[in-house]
Structure formats: C-alpha cells, structure tokens
C-alpha cells in the first residue's frame, strides 16, 4: 500500500464531520459578521453627526447665541462624541467585525479544502489519509481556539456525547410476558399487539 491510498473510512469520515462543522462555523461567523457591522452604524453615524453640528455651532452660533452658550453646547456634543467612542472601544466592535470576516474567510476556505479532498478518488488524492486528518484537524483546532466562541445549540459533530442508557429500561421478566399474553387475548385487534404476538 503506497503512502497517499493508505485512506479508510473512519478517516473519511471524521474530515467529513469537520468539513460540516466549517461550514456551519463559516455561516454563524458571517451571520455575526453582519451584525456588528449593522451595530457600528449606532455609533459611527452620530459620532459624525455631532461633529458636525458641533464644528458649525462653534462657527455660526455667535449670531444666534452667546458666547457661555455656544461653549457649553460645544463642550456637551463633544463629550457625547468621547462616550460614544469609548463605549466602542470598550466593546472591540470594529476589531470584532473585522476578526469576524477572516474567521469565516478562513473556516470557507477550510471547508473547501477538505471537500476538494473527499471528493476525488482515493488513488488521485495526492496526500495520505493520516497526513491529512493531521493538517485539517491542526488548522480546525488553531482556527476554532483563535475565534469566538459558538452558541450552546451549536451541533458539533466532532464532540458527539453517546446517550446513556436509561437506568429505568429493564428487559422484560417473565411476569410482563405473561401479562403481554393476557393483554394479547383481550385485544385480538390491537395492530401493536399483533406484532407481539408474532415475534412471540
């Protein structure tokens, strides 16, 4: 068996959970993506807005105010400009944008690489399985610890927890099949019922 066709099933398929979990990641990135650039439109708009009016009462307001007035209007809309400001510093909402669009850029571009693979014959891919699994799963890892994190209804596919068995499912004792029989001879046109009588 030559390097690049040791691939095997459990291989393809765990590139093909990680292929689903980029792209769904790309579209929850992107969705967010949208949002806080919607977002900053609340704070960049009437930063601009209050500068200007500001820039033109310092100018024009002589004619209309006295000079006590005019500065006291200066001073508020610029201190409305200085909260407006912090409070987007504070929040990161332009970096977060901006770390948004490359975070789906990048898990697009993860999801296409892993499908180019799958989708090409096992003897024309030109990396192993092994090799493969360990690139796109080591990007995956670095990408998922560099973004933001992921709603709790998020189904990762990779982190799949097996159901436990029920503590209250007990198999059926002797006294539940009598009790079945019974049941059986009471309701001879239950379809359910039937069915009971026939793996019996």
């Known amino acids: 068996m030559t390097a690049t066709n040791d691939w095997s099933d459990d291989c393809e398929q765990l590139l093909e959970e990680l292929r689903q ?12 993506y949208f949002y806080f650039k919607k977002i900053i439109i609340y704070f960049r708009l009437p930063t601009i807005i209050i500068s200007s009016f500001a820039s033109v009462a310092s100018g024009l307001g002589r004619e209309y105010l006295s000079q006590p007035d005019i500065t006291s209007l200066v001073v508020l809309m610029s201190l409305s400009v200085s909260i407006l400001n912090s409070i987007e510093l504070y929040m990161k909402i332009n970096e977060t944008t901006e770390l948004e669009l490359e975070t789906s850029k990048k898990y697009y571009q993860l999801s296409i690489d892993v499908h180019k693979v799958l989708q090409l014959n096992r003897i024309n891919r030109k990396i192993s399985g092994s090799d493969a699994l360990e690139k796109f799963y080591r990007d995956y890892t670095e990408l998922y610890e560099a973004s933001a994190l992921v709603s709790n209804s998020y189904n990762d596919k990779l982190a799949l927890i097996p159901k436990k068995p029920s503590m209250f499912k007990q198999s059926p004792t002797a006294s539940s099949s009598s009790s079945s029989i019974s049941s059986i001879g009471s309701n001879p046109m239950d379809p359910e019922i039937g069915n009971q009588t026939a793996e019996l």
């Open 21 to 32: 979990n980029c792209v769904y990641l790309n579209k929850f990135h992107k969705l967010r």
